[in-house]
């Protein structure tokens, strides 16, 4: 989203809106930078962590299963609904007093979810949380392109993709260990440090100015209001879609109807208003669509390692989170070497191979997935994890690198919008579809399965037999045999009907990662050089 397109006083209908105050240079821009990355890694370790510790929570809090669903519904839509005002409020408000504004809401709404019982109050606690912390991903990429030169972009940009897979793979682990000592509190408590150092780091590096009334009082804050509550809605209801069968719950369907309605109204808004938050003709052009749809699909690929691998993990092999955390960390822990080797190789080749190389061995990761068995555990995994791994550190960083290569800082704060929306809804979307369909898939490869297990056939009856073996010389109290043995048997056939699934489920992110190169073609060569333009209010 382009929120700094508003029309100038007395300029061109769309044309930049300038800054009306003066600009302290930041003379700490390291630490800045690290204040920011640090906010964004929070940001997505958060989202990640809701997933894997849902369980805990639900455990530690005596909440349903259904109940607790909204509890990462909630966090995750309102995180998504204050994207588009927090890169304007940056702009308007200064960097500093949106991340320390936002910060301390943060670190005081994550002392109390672990202390309280009422659903209420979480589920609000959880709104204020979401909405917080949705300011500081927006907050990282402007702050880094207005801060440092643009010879030194791109280590920036490093550091900003180098959040994204790390973070959503190391939560596992984390998770993990608190579930294993009992601490599942810290899921929260966490935040409380961490976003203290980030707002330690902020009032040391980030220069006070004053707030630019002239752009405040020009704030359409309808546009912002349609936009994030309508991208939050069709947040919420594509998280809930899988657990409330889609088009047949009334409410998924009342929350994707009414948020696509605001969405539209949204646009139809910035198409008439003098004023507007973005200039639509320039959402046409290859060179901004084509990176937004493409760090969709990236989002949807990353759900291999998401989704499929830790629900194989838990369902067929019954392994705990902190056993899933050490095959996602062979994802994590290299990106430490490969996004700096990223960087560094593109900054001597054309972003687009490097593209091409990122999705295409996404692409054969998930590929080398398919060869699954209900035998495999951690070890079998690591081949293609590696392969995953090397795929998302160049994807991701040469992605952005492409984003901001066409951009001049003023417009950094709308491509930090537009990525994070696009991962936002890419993620989600990706990972409501591949759990719809792997549930369908199980259940037709269990309706297939079972057509050969045919009761009274010589095969099936051998089969009844040998498996009731096991129980028949146990003590009496464990039941008939021959229907324990009945039972191992069904139990066998929805195994497999699930590892097919598995499969079927690798093959899609592959196919959906070959798809990003299509995507690809379109996009046209970045400049060789980034651009130096006038420095503007962090």
């Keep these: 989203m382009s929120m700094a397109a508003a029309a100038a006083p007395g300029g061109a209908r769309g044309a930049p809106l300038a800054p009306s105050v003066a600009t302290p240079r930041c003379d700490r821009p390291v630490f800045g930078i690290l204040a920011v990355i640090l906010g964004a890694f929070i940001s997505s370790l958060n989202t990640k962590l809701t997933t894997f510790g849902l369980a805990d929570v639900r455990g530690g809090l005596g909440f349903g299963f259904d109940e607790a669903t909204w509890i990462g519904t909630i966090f995750g839509a309102a995180q998504m609904a204050a994207t588009p005002?927090?890169?304007?409020?940056?702009?308007?408000?200064?960097?500093?007093?949106?991340?320390?504004?936002?910060?301390?809401?943060?670190?005081?709404?994550?002392?109390?979810?672990?202390?309280?019982?009422?659903?209420?109050?979480?589920?609000?606690?959880?709104?204020?949380?979401?909405?917080?912390?949705?300011?500081?991903?927006?907050?990282?990429?402007?702050?880094?392109?207005?801060?440092?030169?643009?010879?030194?972009?791109?280590?920036?940009?490093?550091?900003?993709?180098?959040?994204?897979?790390?973070?959503?793979?190391?939560?596992?682990?984390?998770?993990?260990?608190?579930?294993?000592?009992?601490?599942?509190?810290?899921?929260?408590?966490?935040?409380?440090?961490?976003?203290?150092?980030?707002?330690?780091?902020?009032?040391?590096?980030?220069?006070?100015?004053?707030?630019?009334?002239?752009?405040?009082?020009?704030?359409?804050?309808?546009?912002?209001?349609?936009?994030?509550?309508?991208?939050?809605?069709?947040?919420?209801?594509?998280?809930?879609?899988?657990?409330?069968?889609?088009?047949?719950?009334?409410?998924?369907?009342?929350?994707?109807?009414?948020?696509?309605?605001?969405?539209?109204?949204?646009?139809?808004?910035?198409?008439?208003?003098?004023?507007?938050?973005?200039?639509?003709?320039?959402?046409?052009?290859?060179?901004?669509?084509?990176?937004?749809?493409l760090i969709s699909l990236y989002g949807f690929g990353s759900t291999?390692?998401?989704f499929v691998l830790p629900d194989y993990m838990t369902r067929i092999q019954g392994l705990r989170d902190i056993q899933i955390g050490d095959a996602l960390n062979w994802i994590a822990l290299p990106q430490i070497v490969l996004v700096p080797l990223a960087a560094v190789l593109v900054r001597r080749i054309d972003a687009r191979y490097l593209l091409v190389a990122g999705f295409g061995t996404i692409a054969i990761g998930s590929w080398m997935d398919t060869a699954l068995t209900h035998d495999w555990v951690s070890g079998d995994f690591l081949p293609s994890q590696c392969v995953e791994a090397v795929g998302l550190a160049f994807a991701i960083t040469a992605l952005v690198t492409y984003a901001i290569s066409h951009i001049t800082p003023a417009q950094a704060a709308a491509i930090a919008t537009t990525i994070q929306i696009a991962r936002l809804l890419g993620s989600e979307l990706g990972s409501a579809l591949i759990q719809t369909f792997v549930r369908t898939r199980e259940q037709v490869h269990s309706n297939l399965l079972g057509t050969h297990v045919v009761g009274g056939a010589a095969s099936t009856s051998d089969m009844q037999t040998l498996l009731s073996s096991v129980f028949a010389n146990r003590a009496t109290g464990l039941g008939d045999a021959a229907a324990q043995g009945t039972g191992l048997l069904a139990a066998a056939v929805q195994r497999e009907s699930y590892v097919l699934a598995y499969i079927d489920a690798f093959w899609l992110i592959a196919w959906v990662s070959l798809a990003g190169l299509l995507v690809i073609v379109f996009l046209r060569r970045p400049p060789p050089n980034p651009l130096t333009p006038p420095r503007i209010p962090v």
């Design 85 to 293: 005002a927090a890169a304007w409020l940056a702009t308007v408000l200064s960097t500093r007093r949106v991340l320390m504004w936002t910060g301390v809401t943060f670190a005081l709404a994550s002392i109390f979810p672990p202390i309280t019982t009422d659903y209420t109050v979480t589920i609000a606690l959880q709104l204020v949380r979401g909405l917080a912390v949705g300011a500081f991903i927006p907050a990282a990429l402007g702050f880094v392109l207005r801060s440092l030169q643009p010879k030194w972009w791109m280590w920036g940009i490093a550091a900003y993709a180098f959040r994204f897979t790390f973070s959503q793979n190391i939560a596992g682990s984390i998770e993990g260990w608190y579930s294993e000592t009992g601490r599942w509190q810290w899921l929260y408590w966490q935040n409380v440090p961490l976003t203290a150092l980030m707002l330690v780091l902020v009032a040391i590096a980030m220069p006070r100015r004053p707030v630019d009334r002239v752009l405040l009082a020009r704030t359409d804050w309808g546009a912002l209001i349609y936009a994030g509550v309508g991208f939050g809605l069709i947040y919420a209801g594509l998280d809930q879609g899988n657990r409330l069968d889609w088009f047949n719950s009334g409410l998924v369907n009342g929350l994707l109807l009414a948020g696509l309605f605001l969405v539209a109204f949204f646009f139809v808004h910035e198409a008439i208003t003098p004023n507007p938050l973005i200039h639509l003709p320039v959402l046409a052009q290859p060179n901004v669509w084509g990176p937004a749809l």
């Design 304 to 306: 291999a390692a998401g």
